[in-house]
């Protein structure tokens, strides 16, 4: 599909998208957990290929000048995935090519496809993986108030600690972050790790940010991030697997880690 000219209506397009990855695309869910509440909080939307190929793989086939309105089109399907499967909790969305250009219709689009899917807006939290994508300070700030206006809650993914990134959190206002991956891995083996963590942790803290990790393989990483540096809320391997078109439950022992 190509966009020939910027007078083409978009909303033509997204439509197209949206039909196009009904038939081609599907969605996993992985549970994120909360220990100290030992439930689950809810469930990250995964885009897949239709032979269950990595989201890498389903974006390398859409065009450049596409991925904004494929972005906003595997939202509206996550919704109505979640909502066909009964997803609980919040519904954990990403948005991974959302600037300050798009951003008006990245809202009220999502807006509208969660009243239709019947899904409150406040269950809603919007991932953004690269806060540098969201423009300047001030462009950043209303991101964070456009969504929140909507009712949605928003979340700044794969955090590390760097001055720029912290200097953003403090301007985005998150009600979450989630800590990089690579950060959280082994990192009960780690002092370096365990101080980088410590610091950001520290830091959301005092900005009432929730901190979130990500990509949880192992037993004593959770032992450390939770007992030692008070993480709350986890997601990974260790505690479920994304499934295809199903919400996925978690093993009550892993739940009660106290």
Wanted: charged content about 25%; aromatic content about 6%; some cysteine.
């Amino acid at each position: 599909m190509h966009i020939a000219s910027a007078n083409i209506d978009n909303s033509a397009i997204l439509n197209d998208y949206t039909r196009l990855i009904g038939v081609g695309i599907q969605f996993a869910f992985q549970p994120l957990v909360n220990l100290s509440h030992a439930r689950i909080a809810g469930y990250e939307a995964l885009v897949r290929g239709h032979d269950g190929q990595s989201a890498g793989a389903v974006i390398a086939g859409v065009r450049p000048e596409n991925l904004a309105l494929f972005d906003q089109a595997c939202r509206t399907r996550a919704l109505q995935d979640a909502a066909r499967i009964g997803v609980r909790g919040d519904l954990h969305l990403n948005c991974t090519e959302v600037t300050p250009d798009n951003l008006a219709m990245t809202i009220d689009k999502s807006v509208m496809d969660a009243e239709t899917c019947d899904i409150a807006a406040n269950r809603v939290v919007l991932e953004f993986s690269s806060l540098e994508r969201l423009g300047n300070p001030r462009q950043l700030a209303t991101v964070r108030q456009r969504a929140n206006a909507a009712g949605f809650r928003v979340l700044a993914d794969n955090f590390g600690l760097g001055e720029a990134g912290l200097k953003r959190l403090v301007v985005f206002q998150p009600e979450f972050i989630k800590l990089d991956r690579e950060l959280c891995s082994n990192i009960d083996r780690s002092q370096r790790r365990q101080a980088m963590v410590l610091g950001i942790i520290a830091a959301c803290r005092s900005l009432n940010i929730e901190v979130i990790a990500s990509g949880i393989e192992r037993a004593e990483e959770v032992e450390w991030l939770h007992e030692q540096a008070g993480v709350d809320r986890f997601q990974g391997y260790f505690f479920a697997r994304p499934q295809l078109m199903a919400a996925p439950s978690v093993d009550r022992g892993l739940l009660d880690n106290d």
